[in-house]
Nanobody
Protein backbone atom coordinates (compact mmCIF):
# COMPACT_ATOMS: atom_id res chain seq x y z
CA UNK A 1 0.00 0.00 0.00
CA UNK A 2 1.06 3.56 -0.62
CA UNK A 3 0.03 6.56 1.46
CA UNK A 4 -1.40 9.50 -0.46
CA UNK A 5 -1.90 13.11 0.62
CA UNK A 6 -3.92 15.56 -1.48
CA UNK A 7 -3.59 19.33 -1.41
CA UNK A 8 -4.71 22.33 -3.42
CA UNK A 9 -8.45 22.35 -2.89
CA UNK A 10 -10.38 25.48 -2.04
CA UNK A 11 -13.11 27.90 -3.04
CA UNK A 12 -13.13 29.32 -6.55
CA UNK A 13 -15.62 31.14 -8.75
CA UNK A 14 -17.13 29.49 -11.78
CA UNK A 15 -14.75 29.72 -14.71
CA UNK A 16 -11.71 29.70 -12.47
CA UNK A 17 -8.93 27.16 -12.04
CA UNK A 18 -7.45 25.01 -9.31
CA UNK A 19 -4.46 22.69 -9.24
CA UNK A 20 -4.69 19.62 -7.04
CA UNK A 21 -1.57 17.77 -6.00
CA UNK A 22 -1.20 14.23 -4.65
CA UNK A 23 2.00 13.27 -2.84
CA UNK A 24 2.80 9.58 -2.52
CA UNK A 25 4.85 7.97 0.24
CA UNK A 26 6.86 5.82 -2.14
CA UNK A 27 7.74 5.34 -5.79
CA UNK A 28 4.68 5.28 -8.00
CA UNK A 29 6.34 4.68 -11.35
CA UNK A 30 4.65 1.28 -11.73
CA UNK A 31 1.27 2.43 -10.44
CA UNK A 32 -1.73 3.75 -12.27
CA UNK A 33 -2.89 6.91 -10.49
CA UNK A 34 -6.39 8.29 -10.48
CA UNK A 35 -8.59 11.10 -9.25
CA UNK A 36 -12.14 10.58 -8.08
CA UNK A 37 -14.70 12.92 -6.55
CA UNK A 38 -17.70 12.63 -4.30
CA UNK A 39 -20.41 15.23 -3.91
CA UNK A 40 -22.81 15.21 -0.92
CA UNK A 41 -25.40 12.49 -1.29
CA UNK A 42 -23.75 11.02 -4.36
CA UNK A 43 -21.52 8.07 -5.04
CA UNK A 44 -17.82 8.46 -5.63
CA UNK A 45 -17.20 8.97 -9.32
CA UNK A 46 -14.27 8.67 -11.65
CA UNK A 47 -12.60 11.89 -12.83
CA UNK A 48 -9.28 10.99 -14.47
CA UNK A 49 -6.58 8.36 -14.50
CA UNK A 50 -3.02 8.10 -15.77
CA UNK A 51 -1.25 4.83 -16.47
CA UNK A 52 2.44 4.21 -15.84
CA UNK A 53 3.01 4.83 -19.53
CA UNK A 54 1.49 8.30 -19.30
CA UNK A 55 -1.69 7.32 -21.12
CA UNK A 56 -4.69 9.19 -19.74
CA UNK A 57 -8.44 8.75 -19.57
CA UNK A 58 -11.05 11.29 -18.48
CA UNK A 59 -14.69 11.30 -17.51
CA UNK A 60 -16.81 12.91 -20.21
CA UNK A 61 -17.90 15.60 -17.76
CA UNK A 62 -14.34 16.94 -17.37
CA UNK A 63 -12.82 16.16 -20.77
CA UNK A 64 -11.19 19.24 -22.26
CA UNK A 65 -11.20 21.08 -18.93
CA UNK A 66 -9.11 18.91 -16.61
CA UNK A 67 -5.63 17.49 -17.15
CA UNK A 68 -3.89 14.79 -15.14
CA UNK A 69 -0.13 14.44 -15.08
CA UNK A 70 2.51 12.65 -13.05
CA UNK A 71 6.07 13.25 -11.93
CA UNK A 72 7.59 9.89 -11.07
CA UNK A 73 10.79 11.47 -9.76
CA UNK A 74 8.82 13.48 -7.20
CA UNK A 75 6.18 10.78 -6.63
CA UNK A 76 3.39 13.25 -7.29
CA UNK A 77 0.28 13.40 -9.41
CA UNK A 78 -1.34 16.64 -10.50
CA UNK A 79 -4.90 17.41 -11.52
CA UNK A 80 -5.14 20.76 -13.28
CA UNK A 81 -8.74 21.92 -13.32
CA UNK A 82 -9.78 24.76 -15.62
CA UNK A 83 -13.12 26.31 -16.52
CA UNK A 84 -14.59 25.06 -13.28
CA UNK A 85 -18.34 24.75 -12.91
CA UNK A 86 -20.54 24.64 -9.79
CA UNK A 87 -21.26 20.97 -10.55
CA UNK A 88 -17.55 20.24 -10.05
CA UNK A 89 -18.03 20.92 -6.33
CA UNK A 90 -17.02 17.79 -4.41
CA UNK A 91 -14.37 16.20 -2.26
CA UNK A 92 -11.59 15.09 -4.59
CA UNK A 93 -9.63 11.93 -3.83
CA UNK A 94 -6.33 10.68 -5.17
CA UNK A 95 -6.05 6.92 -5.63
CA UNK A 96 -3.32 4.45 -6.51
CA UNK A 97 -3.63 1.16 -8.36
CA UNK A 98 -0.75 -1.31 -8.04
CA UNK A 99 -1.18 -2.30 -11.66
CA UNK A 100 0.37 -0.27 -14.49
CA UNK A 101 -2.77 -0.12 -16.62
CA UNK A 102 -5.54 2.29 -15.82
CA UNK A 103 -9.05 1.59 -14.56
CA UNK A 104 -12.09 3.70 -13.71
CA UNK A 105 -13.85 1.91 -10.85
CA UNK A 106 -13.08 2.82 -7.23
CA UNK A 107 -12.84 -0.88 -6.38
CA UNK A 108 -9.86 -1.19 -8.74
CA UNK A 109 -7.75 1.17 -6.59
CA UNK A 110 -6.22 -0.08 -3.36
CA UNK A 111 -4.85 3.11 -1.83
CA UNK A 112 -6.68 6.38 -1.18
CA UNK A 113 -5.92 9.80 0.19
CA UNK A 114 -8.05 11.64 2.72
CA UNK A 115 -9.57 13.96 0.13
CA UNK A 116 -9.53 17.70 -0.49
CA UNK A 117 -12.61 19.90 -0.78
CA UNK A 118 -13.25 21.80 -4.01
CA UNK A 119 -16.07 24.32 -3.98
CA UNK A 120 -17.07 26.24 -7.10
CA UNK A 121 -19.40 29.19 -6.59
CA UNK A 122 -21.74 30.44 -9.29
Amino acid sequence: QVQLVESGGGLVQAGGSLRLSCAASKRISSYAMGWFRQAPGKEREFVAVIAWSGATLYADSVKGRFAISRDNLKNTVILQMNSLKPEDTAVYYCAARAVPSYATLPADFGSWGQGTQVTVSS
